[in-house]
């Protein structure tokens, strides 16, 4: 991402030797696409708030009445490869029977 400080002059002249007219964008409206480019550096979330975003989703998702046939059983939680906040995730999408028939799943392989 190009540094702040270079402000709306430094994008434009990085983007001197762009090809506007592949990209339709106008020369002079370097400046909007430094902006727009800001909206994509954000700081990231805080991992709990992600987390609880996650697990919305995934309570959205659980509930939604699926155009196709699903098991019963389906479950949709978050999780990652180290299984960090398994217990936690599955405690904020499902029962806790089913938090733990998956954690004993888990557990044995």
Do not use: K
């Amino acid at each position: 991402m190009f540094p702040s400080s270079t402000g709306d002059e430094g994008i434009a002249a990085l983007l001197a030797e762009t090809d506007y007219h592949e990209v339709g964008l106008p020369p002079e409206n370097a400046a909007d696409l430094y902006e727009l480019a800001g909206y994509l550096d954000q700081t990231p979330l805080p991992a709990d708030q992600l987390q609880a975003l996650l697990n919305q989703a995934c309570r959205r998702l659980q509930s939604t009445d699926w155009p196709i046939a699903v098991a019963d059983g389906f479950l949709v939680f978050a999780t990652d490869l180290e299984l960090v906040d398994l217990a936690d995730n599955l405690r904020a999408v499902t029962t806790a029977a089913r938090t733990a028939q998956v954690l004993a799943l888990v557990e044995s392989e």
